[in-house]
Each structure stands twice: as structure tokens, then as C-alpha cells.
């Protein structure tokens, strides 16, 4: 389980996380999604114990995490930009990691030989950044994590190869309960994946749900009114437009709820839509005054 | 509850030499061919000598010297540049925000970390320190000589691994609170010379605007640049053994500075526990910044505008006035802050740039910052040039002094009397007193006699020095100084040389002299037993009953009528056991009152000398002018200006 209390932390007087809170539960693979600069990476490198907040705590399974090998070691972190020794191999790699790693599974390492298409000897300089980041995500697992931090995990792995990559970590969650937190803008993977889903923006959380909640608790409406009907003014809705006398609204609720309400309007025709993630993403964060803009060049 | 701390990791530890093999690798091949290989060199040849010789004491101290002088001059410069270079290897991690999230995220504490990457870096060292000494040890085997210099080879050991010690500890140190990785070699030479630098430029400026600073005399905080004290404290003793006759004969060689040696290894591991420190609390965010550590921000930016301020105002000023204006006064001051302020303005928002990584620096709060350094560097040079800290005016204790070196016109004489050293302090009270007339002369050739050094040690062995330019007319200063330099201690200190004058260790003897017959300046060479006789005979004598052995600033008539034209000189020589040499060297000038010294030379030489007065008429009537004869006599070693 990982704990984010309240963490403020501030680069050169700029405030990059601000009373942030985050509940990722154990066994849950959370998918923390934000807009660039919203502090996803920041709170990561709290979380994986590189940085120290300046206010708030960071606790992983109810202990700081923080300059504490006893959690580090159950606890394994993939970066956006993966970084390896000059020069070494990935059998170089491995021997490092098991070095310093005291669950790092020999074992593992070998069962996975087969999910990646990559000569461990070959030097890591040589791999394209695809091919990184499997090396990466081989030793990375190979460590036995009980709670894994992935920062844009697939980025630069092609279709396969991610599909390969979120089959490893879901047989991992499945068989062992690891925890997971991923960050990503491929928010369509994410819905995918994830349980459990976190929306960051400057510094701070804007809503925290489980994906089926939150996909419930959102719904999309297609509807057309008839000429002299408004829509009832205590709907929250999150965005509206129309197309003639079709109207399409994002109405913050139960889907059932917001289909009474509207009936009461006796519509010609209402239709609810499923919501995808990346939708809920957008018109969350349309609230928060980050939206697609109109411009026209 | 936390996990208990875990001091080291053996796969950090050896990864730091398994990766940076290379240069772990050059520093070994390096120290082979300074001591092992350039030893069996030196055997080899000096074995041969030995032979012939039939001296083994002398082939031991033949390879005893180049294992001492690895151990002095290799130590430092070795330590000095290794160190740097693999506190850059050992501690890369910290300077790439890819690098710190991958090591910070494993589980070892950052001291972990540290102890294990610092205890690499240094074991290595070590053990290639090792490696070289056995080397070495087996080169002195082979010549049948292991016993009597394994003692040399451990003193080099030791030196060698205290000079690692210290150096690796502040190369960590400066790692430590640094940000980007070309930044900290940078900062590492800059802070092993920064205050000798910086103490020097400080002199330099002072020289300029304080009456009597001068900024050729010792330095206060030299301990503060570690290559430069390293240098200076610690060097290497001759052991050596007198026979009979006086010889001293060299048998071995000890270090000297163990002490000071000992501190900066000590001041290392204080400095290597500091930069644990300062790494457990860093804030791995500012990997790739120049300066890692929040408050030393501002220290680096007024340290630079500062040091920018001296530096750059110095060039300018030297470069604009490059013999074209006097280095005094008002006018002078004013020019040298102008250059100074516009160099700590350049200083002051490179540092800006640097810190915060932009161009754009010149908003409204950044010159509130200039502006106080400006002020500042302002308000020190008029304190300077008014003397407001009464830095001109100072004068030694006379009572806390032990001794006192004059130096002037090429002449140094030390005074221990304490009526002599009464009457030099007097004497740099009156100098100071005379300050205006005597930069009134500034500019004057003419006028110009010599420039006078006072270096006072007081018998705490603390130093104060002051220096001046004494000008002919100016006041009476030239004509007390050159009856300082004529007292019967200054005349008693030039008969001491360090190698006592024998018909062994006489050489090079000769008289220099004008020639009235030829009208030129003649060299006349003698024997050693020639030179020793004259010597042991008549100049010694002639020099206790003072006619001899003075120094003439003043040209008074006096000089022109008796004082010959004709030096009598020789240097002392003596060849040390190791094949290496020691010397000294003597001359006087003669007079007409040296009788004995004049009846010799007639009796035995044959030869007679002309008075400064007729030289210089001779000469002018050769050369056609005063000016010209001058440079003639000049040239020659002699004065009739």
C-alpha cells in the first residue's frame, strides 16, 4: 500500500506538488494520470525514495520510504528514461542488480529470457530505447517487487511488446498481489490495466476512484429536446454541445440519475454512452481550465 | 519502524573498479615509470659509479633520492590529479537526474552508497600505492640493496597514501556539493590555489594603493591552498655526517612535514565525512546544477564576482597602463576600481547565469546584490588608499622581533642585534613618513636608487613584511639605509657562507676589474689556492678591521676616490655523496684602504687597480656620454652613476 500525505515540495520556489494525497491499496494497480507538469513524475521519485519532500509524508506498506532499505527493497521503479552503467551489459545489469537487490530472482531472471528477444551480452548502448526498456522492465521484475513504480512504462515499445510487457505485470499482480502504480498518457491502456485511477494537475489530486466508480459516476448523453424544453438547471455537467437538435452533454453522476432527471424533459430521443478514460480525462480537467483550445491559424 | 543501516555494499564497491578500471589503470602505469622502472634505471647506472668507487653508501643514497623525490613531488601532483579524477568516476551518479533516480531508488541508504563508492575510490589507490612499492622493493632487491632502502620505499608509501588521503577526501568533498560534472574538476583546481590566488591578486591590488605592501613577500594563507602548503611545508632533509676537515657528506634523506602532512590527511577524512553529509541531505533534484547545495549559492556568487573584480580589474588596469602611469595615488585608485567594479559586475552575472541556468538575469532584484558587492569593494579600496586600518603606518614590536632581512640593490643581510633591528624599524618610520616626497619621485629614473625589502620574523616565527622604493634626494633614507647595510653585523653576515671556503672548495675564482691600460673590464682568474690564500690572509682581515665587505648605495666623493674599480669573487662548491652539488658564492669589492688585500694582489698578481672616479672619467671620454659609460660599467657588475 502506498501512502501520500499532504507532500509539498517546491523547486526554486516553484511549487511542484502542493498538499498532495494518494491512496494506491494494496494489490491495486492505480493509474495516475495528469497533464504535462501536472507532478506525476515528481511524486513517483518521492514515492521510489530519490527526493524528500519538503512538507507531508510518503509512506509505503505505513513506513517512510524514504532513506529506508528495509521498503526499498521490496520495491522496484521503472523511469520514464531508463539509465544503465556505460558500457555494461545487460548480464552486467543483472549482476549489479542482484547485488544490491537482495530479492532479485536468478530464477526470474531466467523464466523471462523468453518474454524478451535480447542477448543479455549485448552492450546497453548498443539496444535501441525500445529494447531499454525491456531490459529494463526483464530486471526490473526479475526483482521480486512487491510494489512496482512505472513512469511511462511502454513508451517506445512496439504493439507486441507492450502487450507482452502489461501480460508479465498482470500475471505478476494475479500471482503475487504486487502493487502498482503507473503513470502514462496512453490513458487507453491504462483503462485496460488499472483499478484504480488518480487525476493530477499543478501539484495537486483532482479525483482518486476506482475506474469502475469513477466511470460510473460520469455518464455521456445524446439527446434531442423538444423545441421549448431547457435541460434541467441541477445537472453538473461537464461539457455540453449540439449538432441541430442534437445535443451530446458529459453530466458529472449515476447514469440512472442523470436518465431521470432528463426524462422529466421528455426528450425525442436520449441515448447513454459509455465514457472512456481518456474522455473523463479530458472533461475533468476542462473543469479545471485545461481544455482542448479552438484556435484557428 | 526503519530498517537498520547498511554502511556498504560490496557490488558498489568493486563496480567502481570493475567500471572505472581505466584510470585506476594509468594512475599504476604512471607511478611504475616514476619510481620502480626509473629506479632500476638509476641503479643500473650508479651501480657502475659504485663499483668504481668502491662506495656503497653511495649507491644506497643514490636510490634513496629518487624514491624520496617521487614520494614529494609525485605524492602531490599524483594524489592531486588521480584523486580528482576518480572522485569524478565514483561520484558521476549524483550529476545526472537519470543516474540519481536509478541509484537512489535501490535499497541502500545514501551512506551506504557513499561509504562504499568512497572506500573504493581509496582502497584503489592504496592498493596500486602497494603494488608499486613492491615493485620498487624488488627492483632494490635485485641490486642486493632491499635492507637499506625498504625504510625509504615505506616513507614513500606512507607519504603517498596520506597525499591520497587528503586530496581524495577534498576532491569528494567539492563532489559533494556540486551539481554538474565538468563543474567539479573545475572547482576542485580552483579551491586547491583559490586563496593563494586570491591572496596573491589581494597583494597585488595592495601593492598598488598601500604604501609598503609589497606582493613578492610570504603568504598568510597559504595553508588554505592545499598544493601550495603541501609544497611549502613538506620537503625532503639531507641526513648528513661532518668528517675532520669540515666536509659534510650526505648519507640519507628524511621527510620533513610529517605533521603538517598528518593534519591534511586528518582535514581529508573530516572532509570526506562532511561530503557524506552534505550527501545525505542533498537534494538529488538539483543533479545537472552548478552549485547542488542551497546556501552555498550565494557564496559562489559573491566569491565569483569578487574574484572576477580582481582579476579582470587588474588585466585591465595593467594592460591600459602598461608602463604609461604611476601606481599611486588618487587618480590611479579611481581607474583600478572602475576596472574592478565592471569586473565584479561580469562576475556577479555569470554567477547569475550559471545558478540559474538563463540568460535572463537582469531583473530589478539582481542588482541589489551587485550593488552591495560594489559598495563594498568600493568602500576597501578608499579604506586602502586613506589608510583608514593603519596598514601603512604600521610598525613591528621590536621587542617581539627575533630578526630582521634587508634586502636592496641586490644585497640581503639578515640583523639579529637588537640596536640594528632599532635602527630598521626607524628607518621604515622615517621611509613612512617620507611618503609624499618619495611618491613624488615615482616615475623618476633618475631619482630611483633601489627598492628595500623588510621582512620582520617575530620569534613566534610569524612574519611581517613591508617594502619600499628609496629615491636619491628624496630625504635622508637612502644615507641611513646605507649605513645599515654597512654596520658591523651586515659586513659579518656576508663573510658567512654556507660551505666554508677551502683550497677544495674554492672555485671559479677571478677578479673583475677595470683596466685603465686597455680601458675595458678584464677577468682575472685565480687558483683555488690563490683565491683561499687572498681570502684566508688579507680579505678576511681587511673585512674585521672594515675596509672590506661594504656596500656603497651613496656615490659621495668617498666612493669616487676609494674605491677600486675591481671585485674580488669565487664561488664554494661542495660535491655531496649522492653525486649532487652544494654551492655559495663571495665577492667584495676593494678599496684603497684594504692594504693587505691590495699588497697581495701586487706582490703575487702584479696587478693594480684604478678608483671608481677613474674608470668613470675613462669611460666617459671612451663612450662620449655619462649616460653611456653608466651602462658600459653597468654591464660589468659596476657602479659610477
Known amino acids: ?297 | 519502524m526503519k530498517s537498520k543501516t547498511s554502511f556498504f555494499n560490496h557490488t558498489l564497491f568493486s563496480g567502481l573498479l570493475k567500471r572505472f578500471w581505466p584510470i585506476f589503470a594509468a594512475y599504476l602505469v604512471i607511478w611504475l615509470i616514476i619510481l620502480p622502472i626509473s629506479l632500476a634505471n638509476i641503479l643500473s647506472y650508479n651501480s657502475r659509479i659504485a663499483l668504481e668507487m668502491s662506495d656503497p653508501t653511495a649507491f644506497v643514497v643514490a636510490a634513496a633520492r629518487p624514491i624520496m623525490y617521487a614520494g614529494l613531488y609525485g605524492g602531490v601532483v599524483m594524489s592531486g590529479i588521480f584523486a580528482a579524477m576518480i572522485a569524478m568516476a565514483a561520484f558521476s551518479y549524483l550529476y545526472n537526474a537519470r543516474s540519481v533516480s536509478m541509484i537512489c531508488s535501490l535499497p541502500i541508504k545514501r551512506e551506504g552508497v557513499f561509504l562504499s563508492v568512497f572506500s573504493s575510490g581509496l582502497a584503489g589507490l592504496f592498493a596500486l600505492n602497494l603494488v608499486t612499492f613492491l615493485i620498487a622493493l624488488g627492483v632494490t632487491a635485485a641490486y642486493g640493496i632491499v635492507g637499506a632502502s625498504i625504510g625509504y620505499l615505506l616513507q614513500w608509501l606512507a607519504f603517498v597514501c596520506l597525499t591520497n588521503l587528503f586530496f581524495f577526501g577534498f576532491a569528494v568533498l567539492c563532489a559533494s556539493f556540486t551539481g554538474h560534472i565538468l563543474v567539479l574538476p573545475i572547482v576542485y583546481v580552483v579551491l586547491n590555489f583559490t586563496a593563494y590566488v586570491v591572496e596573491a591578486l589581494i597583494r597585488m591590488v595592495g601593492s598598488m594603493f598601500i604604501y609598503g605592501i609589497s606582493s613578492s613577500s610570504s603568504y598568510s594563507f597559504i595553508g588554505l591552498s592545499p598544493v601550495a602548503y603541501l609544497f611549502s611545508e613538506t620537503h625532503i632533509d639531507n641526513v648528513t655526517v661532518v668528517d675532520a676537515v669540515g666536509t659534510y657528506t650526505t648519507t640519507g634523506f628524511t621527510y620533513n612535514g610529517w605533521l603538517a602532512l598528518g593534519i591534511f590527511a586528518a582535514v581529508g577524512l573530516v572532509f570526506a565525512g562532511l561530503a557524506m553529509l552534505i550527501i545525505k541531505h542533498r537534494r538529488m533534484e538539483t543533479a545537472g546544477d552548478v552549485v547542488a547545495i542551497r546556501p552555498l549559492k550565494p557564496i559562489f556568487k559573491y566569491c565569483l564576482s569578487v574574484g572576477c573584480a580582481l582579476v579582470i580589474g587588474i588585466l585591465i588596469y595593467t594592460t591600459v597602463f602598461n608602463g604609461t602611469s604611476g601606481s599611486y595615488g588618487l587618480e590611479s585608485m579611481l581607474y583600478m576600481l572602475g576596472f574592478m567594479l565592471f569586473g565584479a559586475f561580469i562576475g556577479y552575472f555569470a554567477a547569475q547565469m550559471l545558478l540559474q541556468k538563463t540568460l535572463h538575469v537582469f531583473s530589478g532584484r539582481s542588482w541589489l546584490g551587485l550593488g552591495v558587492t560594489a559598495l563594498v569593494i568600493t568602500a576597501l579600496m578608499f579604506c586602502g588608499e586613506f589608510d583608514v586600518f593603519g596598514i601603512e603606518r604600521k610598525l613591528p614590536d621590536a621587542s617581539k622581533l627575533d630578526h630582521v632581512d634587508v634586502m636592496c640593490a641586490g644585497e640581503y643581510v639578515r640583523f639579529e642585534g637588537p640596536e640594528n633591528i632599532a635602527a630598521v624599524i626607524a628607518l621604515q618610520n622615517d621611509i613612512i613618513s617620507h611618503k609624499d616626497a618619495n611618491e613624488a619621485n615615482i616615475g623618476d629614473f633618475e631619482a630611483y636608487v633601489c627598492y628595500v625589502e623588510f621582512n620582520y620574523t617575530y620569534k613566534n616565527e610569524k612574519t611581517f613584511s613591508r617594502s619600499y622604493s628609496v629615491y636619491r634626494d628624496a630625504s635622508s633614507d637612502l644615507y641611513t639605509l646605507n649605513d645599515i647595510m654597512n654596520r658591523p653585523e651586515a659586513v659579518e653576515f656576508r663573510k658567512m657562507l654556507a660551505i666554508p671556503p677551502s683550497t677544495s672548495t674554492i672555485a671559479d675564482a677571478y677578479l673583475n676589474y677595470f683596466d685603465k691600460e686597455t680601458g675595458s673590464y678584464v677577468s682575472y682568474p685565480l687558483s683555488s689556492d690563490q683565491a683561499y690564500a687572498l681570502y684566508s690572509t688579507c680579505v678576511l682581515p681587511d673585512m674585521d678591521d672594515g675596509y672590506l665587505g661594504k656596500v656603497w648605495l651613496v656615490t659621495t666623493d668617498d666612493y669616487y676616490s676609494s674605491v677600486y674599480d675591481c671585485t674580488f669573487n669565487f664561488s664554494v662548491q661542495e660535491r655531496l655523496k649522492d653525486y649532487s652539488y652544494a654551492s655559495d658564492y663571495f665577492y667584495t669589492t676593494l678599496t684603497q684602504n684594504a692594504e693587505r688585500t691590495n699588497k697581495w694582489i701586487s706582490d703575487n698578481l702584479g696587478l693594480s687597480f684604478c678608483t671608481m672616479g677613474e674608470s668613470k672619467a675613462i669611460l666617459e671620454l671612451q663612450a662620449g656620454s655619462a649616460e653611456e659609460a653608466k651602462a658600459i660599467a653597468e654591464k660589468n657588475g659596476s657602479y659610477i652613476g
Request: charged share 25%; hydrophobic share 40%; proline share 4%.
Open chain 1, 1 to 297: 500500500m502506498i501512502e501520500v500525505k499532504n507532500v509539498v515540495k517546491s523547486f526554486d520556489g516553484f511549487k511542484a506538488l502542493d498538499r498532495l494525497s494518494i491512496t494506491v491499496p494494496e494489490g491495486a494497480i492505480y493509474g495516475l494520470v495528469g497533464p504535462n507538469g501536472a507532478g506525476k513524475s515528481t511524486i513517483i521519485r518521492h514515492i521510489t525514495g530519490i527526493y524528500r519532500q519538503d512538507e507531508g509524508e510518503v509512506l509505503v506498506n505505513g513506513q517512510p520510504v524514504f532513506e529506508n532499505p528495509a521498503i526499498k527493497k521490496d520495491l522496484a521503479y521503472i523511469p520514464d528514461d531508463v539509465f544503465f552503467f556505460t558500457q555494461s551489459t545487460i548480464k552486467d545489469m543483472m549482476k549489479f542488480y542482484k547485488g544490491v537487490c537482495p530479492n532479485f530472482s536468478t530464477e526470474r531472471f531466467e523464466k523471462l529470457r523468453r518474454a524478451f528477444d535480447l542477448n543479455d551480452n549485448t552492450k546497453m548502448r548498443a539496444l535501441s530505447k525500445g529494447m531499454q526498456k525491456q531490459a529494463a522492465f526483464w530486471l526490473t521484475v526479475s526483482m521480486c517487487p512487491k510494489v512496482l513504480v512505472l513512469d511511462e512504462p511502454v513508451d517506445g515499445l512496439d504493439p507486441v511488446m507492450r502487450r507482452q510487457v502489461w501480460s508479465i505485470l498482470m500475471a505478476d499482480v494475479a500471482e503475487h498481489g504486487t502493487t502498482v502504480l503507473v503513470s502514462s498518457h496512453n490513458l487507453r491502456e491504462l483503462e485496460d490495466v488499472c483499478d484504480h485511477v488518480g487525476i493530477l494537475n499543478r501539484g495537486k489530486l483532482l479525483l482518486e476512484r476506482n475506474l469502475s466508480d469513477l466511470q460510473d459516476n460520469i455518464a455521456k448523453v445524446q439527446l434531442a429536446l423538444p423545441d421549448e424544453r431547457a435541460l434541467p438547471s441541477d445537472l453538473q455537467i461537464l461539457h455540453h454541445s449540439s449538432t441541430g437538435r442534437l445535443q451530446t452533454i458529459i453530466v458529472r453522476g449515476k447514469a440512472e440519475e442523470i436518465t431521470n432527471k432528463l426524462a422529466t424533459c421528455e426528450p425525442l430521443f436520449m441515448d447513454v454512452v459509455p465514457l472512456s478514460l481518456e474522455e473523463i480525462f479530458i472533461y475533468e480537467l476542462g473543469g479545471e481550465h485545461y481544455e482542448v483550445k479552438d484556435i484557428i491559424l
